[in-house]
Structures are given as C-alpha cells and as structure tokens.
C-alpha cells in the first residue's frame, strides 16, 4: 500500500453513496448522515433503523443491486458488499476519481476510515482495530502520531494547551 496522507472530509451537503444495507452499513450511514452529508443508500434489503431514515427524509434508498453508473454526482462512496461488488464500485470510483472506502476490503479502497471522525482530543483518534491489524502497528501508529499533532497544532492556533483539551 502506498503512504498516505492524513485528511478530515467536510462532507456537509456533499453527495454520498453506500453500497450495502448490512448494520455495519448502517453504522457508516449513520457516521454520514452526523457529517450532514447527503446519503444515498444503494441495496436489496437494509436495516430496520436505515429503513426509518430513509422514511424520515434523511437519506435516499434506492432498494436495489449497484449497477455501473451509480456513482456519477458521487463525492465518497462506502462499499458494504461482496468482494464482487466491492471491486466493480471501487474501479467506477477510480474512473470518476471519487473517494472510494470498501469496508474490510483494502485492496479496494483509496481512503481509510478512522472511528473517530470528529477528534476532541488525542485519545478519541483510534484506529479500528480489525484495520489496525491488518495496515500493520506502524501504519496504525502513524496516523496516531498525525492525528495528535494536528490537535496539538490546533491548540497552538487557538490557544489551548495540552491542558485544556479540544472540545466541540
């Protein structure tokens, strides 16, 4: 795998996709929908919870498989599916240069997902640990190491010390 480099996504009003309807996706949905993205949820079946969403307004379900082309207004797409699937979304995604995150599918991904997607403080930025496992302690020790440097520079810019931790 490539380096990577260290990025938080404003995601508010931007067009996101998930492929799949499993409760992992829905965890992932719902990590979207708190950034105020605009979800659109592609699968058969989905959970109980992402069908209340979509009834609620909060997210567009279409109850279907992916198709080619589904991803054409996508900003970041998240793949919950077959490894099949998975590949088929992540080379459209590379075609359109869109975010791409195929859950536990590394070779298909061109973003990592960090638990964490609103750090208060250092101890908040923790990798997944499936993942951790997986990219290796090194790799996992980085993004760390990035993360907590980023929140220590932003005290500096804003005054706070490692003291007085970073709050919403």
Not at 21 to 27: D, K, N, P, Q, T
Not at 28 to 48: F, G, Q, S
Not at 64 to 71: E, K, M, W
Request: proline share 4%; net charge negative; charged share 25%.
């Amino acid at each position: 795998m490539s380096p990577l480099y260290p990025l938080f996504l404003n995601l508010q009003g931007r067009f996101c996709i998930v492929v799949g309807g499993s409760e992992v996706a829905e965890g992932k949905i719902h990590e979207l929908l708190d950034a105020d993205a605009m979800v659109r949820v592609i699968a058969p079946a989905v959970t109980e919870q992402v069908a209340a969403w979509s009834q609620a307004g909060r997210l567009q379900w279409e109850p279907r498989s992916y198709i080619s082309g589904d991803l054409s207004d996508a900003f970041l797409v998240v793949s919950v599916a077959d490894p099949e699937t998975n590949a088929q979304v992540f080379e459209e995604a590379e075609t359109r240069r869109t975010f791409c995150n195929a859950v536990d599918d590394i070779e298909h991904c061109n973003w990592l997902c960090i638990r964490s997607s609103a750090p208060r403080s250092a101890s908040d930025c923790d990798l997944d640990n499936r993942k951790e496992s997986r990219f290796g302690t090194k790799i996992a020790q980085g993004i760390r190491r990035t993360v907590r440097g980023g929140i220590r520079s932003l005290g500096h810019e804003t005054g706070r010390t490692s003291e007085s931790p970073i709050s919403g």
